[in-house]
């Protein structure tokens, strides 16, 4: 950067190599947004995965209680309202975490889309660039 901002207002006529500073502000908090949702992704990925684990877990204990010589009908119900639960809850987490991988390609697209306005922003000041 060749210039400082002074004060809280912003110069919109300070450049930096690439476009505005407004510009390279947008880039900045998408770029730093961005990062935020790959680490959200990140957390509902272990989270998806556990939930996975989960719904495993209830579906054997279920089998195990229905395969028993002695069935204790009330134990099996109980385990069967526990298995739609994890799976319920299962669903929540998986639609979260598609939810989020599509705001991430979206992010991305937006931030693609800025680096190519920015670089035909200054492209276009060099001389012999049409």
Known sequence: MTGKVAGMGSNLRWHWAGGTAMNKSE???SSVRLAELFQCSAM???TRMRAEEIVDEARSLLVEAEAAEI???DRIERLRGQLEEARASYSKVLTAYV???RR???ERQE???MQMEMELNH???L???A
Do not use: H, K, Q
């Open 71 to 73: 069935a204790d009908p």
């Open 27 to 29: 880039f900045t908090r």
């Open 44 to 46: 509902l990925r272990r």
């Open 127 to 129: 001389p012999g660039v």
């Open 123 to 125: 492209n276009s000041g």
């Open 99 to 101: 939810t989020l991988c």
């Open 111 to 113: 931030i693609l889309a």
């Open 104 to 106: 991430i390609n979206e």
